[in-house]
Antibody, heavy 117, light 112 residues
Framework: EVQLVESGGGLVKPGASLKLSCVAS????????MSWVRQTPGKTMEWIGD????????NYAPSLKNRFTISRDNAKSTLYLQMSNVRSEDTATYYC??????????WGQGVMVTVSS | DVVLTQTPSTLSATIGQSVSISCRSSQSLLDSAGNTYLYWYLQRPGQSPQLLIYLVSNLGSGVPNRFSGSGSGTDFTLKISGVEAEDLGVYYCMQATHAPWTFGGGTKLELK
């Protein structure tokens, strides 16, 4: 059974950094591109970016490129999202997703991040 | 960025009723290779989104055939032929033809 389990969320102050993790199981992690998607409290969905199966290439939404970094450790079947200089508008639920041919076929349960002083 | 406009924002239906959701794109989603990367996802209350339809009209794994997708270019439709209670939730269209990939604002399907 494919499982994606995010962690690392919580309450963080504006300007701080935070690193989210997503542990994958039930499939060969190193065979798949992976993405991060977030959902605001108002339910707006936003694609953050993705990373190639071997970690050699990343794409980002231009509005987030300078503050967010996606990485992976295939030996640990883990996907990461490094968030820096966070702002109140980064408050959201963050999902990791597996994708193939641009289809998000599996999603994690999501992890909440709240940015507030 | 490509803007996807979903209508209606809320849809009230009775069990067994057939309903449609529209997704209109600000640009054509047909790429130079002839592919149209338009998807539909359902997010049930308290759950993560799940894939319903990929590449406009293909059913995701395990998705009941009462769901169907159609459209081309900039206009797309998701149809549910006979709503069931488990279909309640928020439906999102998403495009992956143009970077950055973008989502529609969602359509909430509720019971009348």
């Amino acid at each position: 059974e494919v499982q994606l389990v995010e962690s690392g969320g919580g309450l963080v102050k504006p300007g701080a950094s935070l690193k989210l993790s997503c542990v994958a199981s039930g499939f060969t992690f190193s065979d798949y591109w992976m993405s991060w998607v977030r959902q605001t409290p108002g339910k707006t969905m936003e694609w953050i970016g993705d990373i190639k199966y071997d970690g050699s290439y990343t794409n980002y939404a231009p509005s987030l490129k300078n503050r967010f970094t996606i990485s992976r450790d295939n030996a640990k079947s883990t996907l990461y999202l490094q968030m820096s200089n966070v702002r109140s508008e980064d408050t959201a639920t963050y999902y990791c997703t597996r994708h193939i041919l641009r289809v998000f076929d599996y999603w994690g349960q999501g992890v909440m991040v709240t940015v507030s002083s | 960025d490509v803007v996807l406009t979903q209508t209606p924002s809320t849809l009230s239906a009775t069990i067994g009723q057939s309903v449609s959701i529209s997704c209109r794109s600000s640009q054509s989603l047909l790429d130079s290779a002839g592919n149209t990367y338009l998807y539909w996802y359902l997010q049930r209350p308290g759950q993560s989104p799940q894939l319903l339809i990929y590449l406009v009209s293909n059913l995701g794994s395990g998705v009941p055939n009462r769901f169907s997708g159609s459209g081309s270019g900039t206009d797309f439709t998701l149809k549910i032929s006979g709503v069931e209670a488990e279909d309640l939730g928020v439906y999102y269209c998403m495009q992956a033809t143009h970077a950055p990939w973008t989502f529609g604002g969602g359509t909430k399907l509720e019971l009348k």
